[in-house]
């Protein structure tokens, strides 16, 4: 089961990523000969709107064979390549933003369903008692609700840690599920601490799916800086012999999607929402072959006025590709060493 969702949550992924392409070239003009989701040969196939579709053996991948993007020397420029800059941008670009669209969708959903965090400011929760701690020995357990000292209301849930500052009994009221308890605590600063790890009291709020969309976008806007150095940190760790937890391959994704699949829909959508965000991360790393790669390449001829070769540029793009294989090889190796046991 766990690798029937896998191989659905990555094909709608690919397939969204290349769709993006295959839109911004057509909706200006470009032939898409192939549309191919999966690598190696093809299991199914059929002809629609100008174009080979294709579902092929490996599906770890995808392609959108547009006209005119892969130069061969001493050709006339034709489809891609005669798009202005603008246009190329476009199509280049068309595959993170469906990606990234699916996920706000997918977001929204989860956020209807299961709801946002929303902290409140004026409510102690216990997240931890230390086993053997003041805490412990008048009763407070994880989940508890501290609400007033002394019958005042917290203002901030902070308020709590002001009980060190007068020594002596206080009373605690405490919400515990449907219940409310109160608890007395003497306080003798030579315990040092109450013996408590604590936060505002979380709950869920469900929003509406229009406002759940705007949420997703705002939420994955202020996120997708620190996933693109969680990228770049874990490649480097790689290399340098310090992988890092954050970096999955397929096999990790087979795992979590397993897990997910035990859950429910909403780990199921939070999950290909979390995967979608990071193709789109990944795919905009300037990494020859990528579409970020190819960007970059795209931005320095635009700055420049120069480009390189179609031979040197496919050179390049093969390179890039390679090192990409080579990731995934090396991830593929680190995921199944977490999962015997040996990392």
């Not at 190329?88 to 209807?112: D, E, P, R, S, T």
């Not at 230390?130 to 007033?148: M, N, Q, T």
Request: charged share 20%.
């Amino acid at each position: 089961m766990s690798l029937f969702w896998f191989i659905v949550i990555i094909g709608v992924s690919i397939f969204v990523h290349e769709l993006g392409h295959y839109l911004a070239a057509r909706l200006q003009g470009v032939r898409v000969p192939v549309f191919s989701i999966g690598f190696g040969p093809a299991i199914l196939r059929f002809h629609a709107a100008g174009t080979e579709w294709r579902i092929a053996l490996i599906p770890l991948g995808g392609f959108a064979l547009i006209e005119g993007m892969a130069e061969e020397p001493g050709e006339e420029p034709k489809g891609y390549a005669k798009l202005p800059f603008w246009g190329k941008v476009a199509v280049l670009l068309g595959g993170v933003f469906m990606n990234l669209l699916l996920a706000w969708l997918l977001l929204a959903y989860v956020f209807q369903v299961q709801g946002v965090p929303q902290p409140i400011e004026t409510e102690a929760q216990i997240i931890e008692v230390l086993p053997g701690s003041l805490a412990e020995r008048v009763g407070l357990k994880p989940g508890d609700v501290i609400v007033a000292i002394d019958g005042e209301p917290l203002k901030h849930y902070t308020d709590l840690g002001k009980i060190k500052e007068r020594p002596g009994k206080h009373v605690l009221t405490v919400r515990r599920g449907e219940e409310t308890l109160t608890l007395e605590l003497v306080w003798d600063p030579r315990e040092g601490k109450i013996g408590v790890r604590y936060g505002p009291r979380v709950e869920m709020e469900r929003l509406p799916f229009f406002r759940g969309f705007l949420y997703a976008v705002s939420f994955s806007l202020k996120i997708l800086p620190a996933m693109a150095k969680s990228f770049v940190l874990g490649i480097a760790g790689l290399f340098l012999g310090q992988p890092s937890s954050d970096l999955v391959g397929p096999v990790g994704i087979v795992s979590l999607t397993g897990q997910a699949a035990r859950q429910g829909p909403v780990a199921l959508a939070q999950l290909t929402a979390t995967i979608n965000l990071s193709l789109a991360v990944f795919n905009l790393l300037p990494i020859p072959g990528l579409d970020g790669g190819r960007l970059f390449l795209l931005f320095l001829r635009r700055l420049f006025g120069r480009r390189f070769t179609p031979e040197k540029e496919a050179l390049l793009n093969l390179m890039g590709l390679a090192f990409v294989f080579l990731l995934l090889i090396l991830i593929t190796f680190r995921d199944l060493a977490r999962l015997f046991g040996g990392g």
